[in-house]
């Protein structure tokens, strides 16, 4: 069997990658990382192709304060390169969306055989763009309607659409696409990079953490808005930890210096986080629209009770008032009662800590997401 891999950046392409590679199946990664950036990850280079031209385009762009006005200009370009780039001779590739349509048609052509599998790491399209405006209603859209048009061709194409959570798959049964044409298969986490750590006693008050960009789609604002109201009643005893990039369009990053509860971390590198999630009792994810959230798995790794909305990984990895909580979006109300009980229920925390570690043992490491893609593969070749 040969698998090729085609992903713009690195996402959870590099994870899918290694266990093929582990297993002798891997022909090729194809990415807009160079390949400097690959190897250290473990990743042979013999397999990496760099097509880095998205990468240059978006990193440019938003360098210079704009943003990321040529997103369409950009998946194009990484869809042409790859498209007469990859290999020809593999069984199956995993091509993420919006980066895929030239490259699924030439595959029909010279690989007509070859299963193609479209990974979708959020919602469907058209349900995420619905979702956003519910919190940028001022934007007409707020993705690219070329790029909206260029996925729904996708989907039609492919054999089968991976997502991962059952609130992506769940997007897509809503706007009937064939339910024997989804896969899902739910991401991982590295449990030697983000280990467990016991923690001291909550005696007052509670550190609650926040990873990821902080943005509109995050709900962020909601949170801050919460926790002041929390703060005044109980007399400053809540802060809130930030880490991540500021989405500067959709986030005023003046209240950040407008609270004294709120320490924001900048942006740190993956190998730094499990320190971030060690100084928090609560990791919060109030996202109106995230297809899994991986940070949800990295705390829960390092011991961290989970607040989650339905419309993220959240439910598919949360025992209800066993390791968290979740709540709907855009629901200030459920947000600060969540928070209040595990205030109240702080000599509970932990045992939560301890349950969310075992939930992301059994069943969400990398080698399980990697088992279940070879598992789908193997049922699917049969056929």
């Not at 950046?9 to 891997?26: I, P």
Request: with cysteine.
């Amino acid at each position: 069997m040969k698998i090729s891999v085609i992903v713009p950046g690195r996402l959870h392409g590099f994870d899918m990658a290694l266990y093929f590679q582990k297993l002798n199946v891997l022909n090729e990664l194809v990415t807009g990382y160079p390949k400097r950036f690959v190897v250290p990850f473990g990743i042979k280079k013999r397999f990496v192709k760099s097509l880095y031209i998205n990468e240059i385009i978006n990193r440019t762009t938003n360098f210079l304060g704009f943003g990321y006005p040529l997103d369409f200009v950009a998946c194009e370009s990484f869809d042409y390169l790859a498209s007469r780039l990859i290999k020809l001779d593999s069984d199956v590739y995993f091509i993420w969306s919006g980066y895929a349509l030239k490259t699924i048609k030439t595959l029909r052509k010279k690989n007509p055989k070859a299963k193609i599998i479209l990974v979708r790491g959020s919602a469907h399209i058209e349900e995420q763009e619905r979702l956003l405006q519910e919190v940028n209603w001022k934007n007409n859209h707020n993705i690219n309607l070329k790029i909206i048009d260029k996925e729904l061709k996708e989907y039609e194409a492919v054999d089968y659409i991976t997502v991962p959570s059952t609130f992506a798959k769940k997007t897509f049964i809503e706007r009937d696409y064939p339910i024997d044409k989804l896969f899902l298969n739910f991401l991982g986490v590295d449990l030697e990079e983000f280990q467990f750590k016991s923690k001291l006693a909550i005696k007052t008050g509670l550190n609650i953490g926040c990873v990821g960009t902080i943005s509109s789609r995050k709900n962020i604002s909601s949170i801050i808005k919460v926790i002041a109201e929390i703060n005044y009643v109980h007399e400053d005893k809540f802060r809130l930890y930030l880490t991540g990039p500021i989405d500067h369009k959709t986030f005023d990053s003046s209240i950040l210096k407008s609270h004294k509860f709120i320490t924001y971390k900048g942006i740190v590198d993956q190998s730094k986080l499990q320190q971030v999630y060690s100084e928090i009792d609560l990791f919060i994810l109030n996202s109106v629209e995230d297809g899994f959230g991986m940070v949800l798995l990295q705390a829960m790794a390092c011991g961290c009770p989970i607040l989650a909305t339905s419309n993220s990984g959240g439910p598919d990895v949360i025992k209800e008032y066993e390791n968290g909580i979740t709540i709907p979006i855009l629901d200030e109300k459920a947000l600060k009662d969540a928070i209040l009980w595990f205030y109240e229920n702080r000599g509970k925390i932990p045992e939560m800590r301890l349950k969310s570690k075992s939930i992301v043992e059994k069943g969400f490491t990398w080698d399980d997401f990697g088992k279940r893609n070879i598992d789908f593969i193997n049922k699917i070749i049969k056929h």
